[in-house]
């Protein structure tokens, strides 16, 4: 594994507790960072903590990201407790299932838009002016794939993703003389706990579109993630970096 400095960062990962988000929260922790893990799974959250607790700093609040009044709580304690926010990883995130888009209840599709785009949009509004004033940030969205091609049977998680893209590129060109930068990622699928909302029709139908025939290691998304959020990142920003094993088109 290479090392990246990350020594005396404070990274706030929202949906820290499982998936990409953990394995991010692990990656940064042994490359010197202090952690703020932000889910709404509370077993999951203790879980996490006690886990990664073995290897550095790690915290945990329990989040609603569609509350505003869950996030200026959690960045205000996550201020308090390390004195700044270098990074934000705005990783979490929920598929609402699989159906045509006429089958989608309106109630589901909201659902996955307040996780998926609200919710980021949020984080970044609490976080970003603490960024500001320290002159130093960086902000990595995990978006996806989908957000870039549609996948069918899915539109309101690739309107969910492909609004994350949007936004990753609008705050960056707000934020590019600040010192705070601002990347996406857009991974294909890996094997988390989110496919336990998929259908397996659409698990080989993600499977059957990646030309390296195997699904995303988390560790490999921890890998690019890590390397967005560090100093060593120092001149792309409202980039979107592919992780999707040869499947994305452009």
């Not at 959250?45 to 709580?73: F, K, M, N, W, Y």
């Not at 919710?119 to 902000?139: D, E, F, K, N, S």
């Not at 560090?230 to 920003?237: A, H, P, R």
């Amino acid at each position: 594994m290479n090392q990246i400095d990350l020594k005396d960062r404070v990274a706030v990962i929202t949906g820290g507790a499982q998936g990409i988000g953990h394995a991010a929260a692990e990656r940064m922790l042994r490359s010197g960072a202090s952690v703020v893990l932000w889910d709404i799974d509370a077993a999951r959250l203790a879980q996490a903590e006690s886990t990664l607790g073995a290897l550095g700093p790690v915290r945990t609040a329990i989040v609603e990201l569609s509350l505003e009044a869950d996030i200026a709580a959690a960045t205000q304690a996550a201020v308090t407790a390390f004195g700044r926010i270098d990074i934000l990883v705005n990783n979490a995130g929920i598929t609402g299932g699989n159906a045509p888009t006429w089958e989608l209840a309106p109630e589901v599709w909201r659902r996955v838009i307040e996780v998926n785009l609200v919710g980021p949009y949020l984080t970044c509004r609490a976080v970003v002016p603490q960024m500001v004033r320290q002159g130093y940030g960086r902000i990595v969205n995990i978006a996806s794939v989908a957000g870039k091609e549609g996948n069918p049977n899915a539109s309101h998680y690739s309107a969910s993703k492909a609004g994350l893209i949007a936004l990753t590129k609008s705050l960056a060109k707000e934020l590019a003389t600040k010192g705070v930068l601002v990347n996406a990622i857009t991974p294909a699928a890996a094997k988390t706990a989110i496919f336990d909302s998929m259908t397996p029709q659409h698990i080989e139908f993600m499977l059957g579109k990646i030309p390296m025939a195997r699904f995303l290691e988390v560790g490999e998304a921890a890998a690019m993630i890590a390397w967005l959020a560090s100093e060593e990142c120092s001149f792309s920003t409202g980039a979107v970096f592919d992780l999707s094993g040869g499947r994305a088109t452009y």
